[in-house]
């Protein structure tokens, strides 16, 4: 990757300052006691070292994911040797662990690491809880004026706490070699795709039509994908702190997806073996957020020279995009530096290159956006273009704050329904119940 070394004049001056007296202070508090007389009790107090570096930890989920992964870790390579007075580290946690690690921290009023990713249900959690720097300098410092409008909900007493560093949009991916070895074409009704999704799948041959995440056992991602099942019937999952789980559209939504499992998923597989399948073409088709198709490439190049993007099959054409927001941790003791990193990323080129090297498709900076790259990405369209998209304030109200709480009732009940306990009314009626008993002890 090119280098593109940051203006780090601005506060170069302060970081050094604040690299000598936060080593002091460390010092300090480690030095043995001073006995009667001045003199240190023991060994002599080392030297403060004016030449340390200030560490800052970079907490994602991502280190590891293909070309994501392998860009973001250039970029800290790049920022790192671009300067001598920080050194980010980036430490990978799975995004289940990641999230729960992350609301314990918020619940508890002490965030760990430095600068934390967020999903769109995380950062309003965060950002409730005060425990976040401000990031207005990174825009004013870069001129950026053109941020996009998902970012409103970053904002808190005129102040914004989370800049994208990627937003997803769930479409519907498939195999080429898959439908054209079934004869089908892609959906138009959701009651279509079910049949397609039936042709594409013969369980002896241990071809499957279809896959997502839905085990109970994987929480995190199991809600993060059923989520947009609300979308064929034009449905919410609630409406501010009223679910919305025995409504016709979410009923119907989750009555689509019992019929998807039953005829075209391999059935208790966990999302790891799912995105194998689907790699390696077991699996013909996935709701897939834009973001992850960067793996496919380095993962999977046959699927990828394959790979194709079908409409949202429903009426409505709405689809979920998700805004990922890189914040800052309050209490950090190297916070500024830590800004220093988020103002590098956000420099319009640095945000570019970052954006086409994890081959996403959505800008916050609209104007950097470059058509020919878009037009060089064979999967974009139709399946990601043209979209309406909504984002989980949309559809889960306000229970976007306790969104892991809400969607473990949904789950936890859905779950019954997939292994043949209830039926979809009978267990949505009691998640009903449990959501309105969660509603009033968060109001």
């Given at each position: 990757?090119?280098?593109?070394?940051p203006?780090?004049?601005s506060?170069r001056?302060?970081?050094?300052a604040a690299?000598?007296?936060?080593?002091?202070a460390?010092?300090?508090?480690?030095?043995?006691a001073?006995a009667?007389?001045?003199?240190?009790a023991?060994?002599a107090a080392p030297?403060?070292?004016?030449?340390?570096k200030?560490?800052?930890?970079?907490l994602?989920?991502?280190?590891?994911?293909?070309?994501?992964?392998?860009?973001w870790n250039d970029?800290?390579k790049?920022f790192?040797?671009?300067?001598?007075?920080?050194e980010?580290v980036?430490?990978?946690?799975?995004f289940?662990?990641?999230?729960?690690?992350t609301?314990?921290?918020?619940?508890?009023?002490?965030?760990?690491?430095?600068i934390?990713?967020?999903?769109?249900?995380?950062?309003?959690?965060?950002?409730?809880?005060?425990?976040?720097?401000p990031?207005?300098?990174v825009l004013?410092?870069?001129?950026?004026?053109?941020?996009?409008s998902?970012?409103?909900?970053?904002r808190?007493?005129?102040?914004?706490?989370g800049?994208?560093?990627?937003t997803?949009a769930f479409g519907?991916?498939y195999?080429k070699?898959?439908y054209?070895e079934a004869g089908?074409?892609?959906?138009?009704?959701?009651?279509?795709?079910?049949?397609i999704s039936?042709a594409l799948t013969?369980?002896?041959e241990?071809?499957?039509?279809?896959f997502?995440?839905?085990?109970v056992?994987?929480?995190?991602?199991?809600?993060?994908?059923?989520e947009?099942w609300?979308?064929p019937?034009?449905?919410?999952?609630?409406e501010?702190?009223?679910?919305?789980?025995?409504s016709?559209p979410?009923?119907?939504?989750?009555?689509?997806?019992k019929?998807?499992?039953?005829v075209a998923m391999?059935?208790?597989?966990?999302?790891?073996?799912g995105?194998?399948?689907?790699?390696?073409?077991?699996?013909?088709?996935?709701?897939?957020?834009s973001?992850?198709?960067?793996?496919?490439?380095?993962?999977?190049p046959e699927?990828?020279?394959?790979l194709?993007?079908?409409p949202?099959?429903?009426?409505?054409?709405?689809?979920i995009a998700r805004?990922?927001?890189m914040?800052?941790?309050?209490?950090s003791?190297v916070?500024?530096?830590?800004i220093?990193f988020v103002?590098y990323m956000?420099?319009?080129?640095?945000?570019?290159?970052?954006?086409?090297?994890?081959?996403?498709?959505i800008?916050?900076q609209?104007?950097?956006?470059?058509?020919?790259?878009?037009?060089?990405?064979?999967w974009?369209?139709?399946?990601?273009?043209?979209?309406?998209?909504?984002?989980?304030?949309?559809?889960?109200?306000?229970?976007v704050?306790n969104?892991?709480e809400?969607?473990q009732i949904v789950?936890?009940?859905?779950g019954d329904?997939?292994n043949?306990v209830?039926?979809?009314?009978e267990?949505m009626?009691t998640?009903?119940?449990?959501?309105?008993?969660l509603?009033?002890r968060i109001?």
């Open positions: 990757m090119m280098s593109n070394k203006n780090l004049t506060r001056e302060f970081l050094k690299a000598v007296v936060g080593a002091g460390a010092l300090a508090a480690c030095a043995p001073v009667p007389g001045g003199a240190p023991g060994a030297a403060v070292n004016t030449g340390a200030q560490t800052v930890r970079y994602s989920w991502w280190f590891q994911e293909g070309n994501r992964g392998a860009t970029f800290i790049e790192n040797e671009s300067q001598n007075e920080i980010v980036a430490e990978n946690i799975p289940d662990q990641y999230t729960t690690k609301i314990v921290g918020a619940q508890s009023g002490e965030l760990d690491g430095d934390v990713m967020a999903t769109p249900e995380l950062a309003p959690r965060l950002i409730r809880s005060g425990l976040l720097a990031l207005d300098d004013t410092r870069n001129n950026i004026t053109d941020l996009s998902a970012h409103d909900a970053m808190k007493d005129g102040h914004i706490y800049l994208d560093m990627v997803v519907l991916l195999n070699l898959r054209e089908v074409a892609p959906a138009s009704t959701p009651e279509e795709w079910v049949e039936e013969n369980r002896d241990q071809k499957y039509g279809y997502m995440s839905h085990l056992s994987e929480p995190s991602d199991f809600w993060f994908q059923l947009v609300c979308m019937y034009d449905g919410k999952w609630a501010g702190t009223t679910p919305m789980l025995t016709e979410i009923l119907k939504g989750l009555s689509l997806f019929q998807m499992y039953d391999p059935q208790g597989t966990d999302t790891a073996t995105w194998r399948l689907f790699g390696t073409g077991s699996v013909a088709q996935a709701f897939h957020v973001a992850a198709v960067g793996s496919l490439e380095p993962d999977f699927l990828y020279a394959n194709a993007s079908a949202v099959p429903w009426q409505s054409n709405k689809s805004i990922h927001p914040m800052v941790n309050a209490a003791p916070k500024d530096a830590a220093e103002s956000y420099q319009p080129d640095n945000y570019r290159r970052m954006v086409e090297g994890c081959q996403d498709v800008f916050a609209p104007s950097v956006a470059r058509q020919e790259y878009l037009d060089n990405l064979p974009l369209k139709p399946g990601f273009e043209g979209v309406d998209y909504v984002t989980p304030f949309d559809i889960v109200g306000d229970f704050y969104f892991n809400f969607g789950i936890t009940n859905f329904v997939l043949g209830k039926s979809v009314e267990a009626a998640a009903q119940t449990q959501a309105e008993a509603a009033e109001s």
